[in-house]
């Protein structure tokens, strides 16, 4: 930003200490906040699913055993895990809209015309439980339709998208990933997850809002032996 010598550069002056700011404020709630509620619906969604739960566990006993902590090197070793975040990603879908963009020139798209300005915004949420990508189980959670057939590699499915699409996605998908792999894989691997059966009722319905988080619930972690 000291050396900027061009108006147009986006670290010029002024210029550049907004994009700072914006830079920062978007890496401590992306980073953050996301993390934290999509790693609280992974743990819902485990103590609602016995059997998905005991399925990463024997996934997570075979390759890492009991001597070790788990490393982001096993990761491809770990599908059946991985596939249990994705879903956690399509089911929960906590930014419902995505992030806004605009348009930076007047375009037709498939007969409709945006103006330079106009605000876009994807239906992330309508994306990831559209019965017709996903099946008519679209609402249920289902690790393996991230999976083939003999659930030893995860299938990517590009309509996938809850850090958006393009060159405009999330700075730290990368990162976010790395983070909710390792939480909740150690968690997989130290403890089992159970709801509390003196815990206040869940409601089906998700809260609404541009992103959302789980209704507050209890569960009780029992140390695995």
Known sequence: MREAKDSNSTFYKEKGEKNLQAV????????????????????????????????????????????????????????????????????????????????????????????????ILANLYGIHHNPKIWGEDVNSFRPE???????????????????????????????????LFIFLASILHKFSIQLDPEGPILRNEIPSGLMIEPEPFQFILNRRK
């Open 24 to 119: 920062i404020g978007e890496l401590f709630v992306g980073g953050s906040e996301t993390s934290s509620n999509t790693l609280s619906f992974a743990i819902l969604y485990l103590s609602q699913n016995q059997q998905a739960q005991a399925k990463a566990q024997q996934e997570l006993d075979r390759v890492v055993g009991t001597s070790r902590q788990i490393s982001l090197t096993d990761k491809s070793s770990l599908p059946y895990t991985e596939a249990i975040i994705l879903e956690t990603l399509r089911l929960s879908s906590l930014l419902t809209l995505g992030s806004p963009h605009r348009m930076i020139s007047d375009t037709m798209f498939q007969g409709y015309f945006l103006p330079k300005g106009t605000v």
């Open 145 to 179: 339709r991230f999976l083939n057939d003999d659930e030893t590699q995860v299938v990517r499915n590009e309509a996938l998208i809850p850090f958006g699409t393009g060159k405009r996605q999330c700075l730290g998908e990368g990162l976010a990933r790395d983070t």
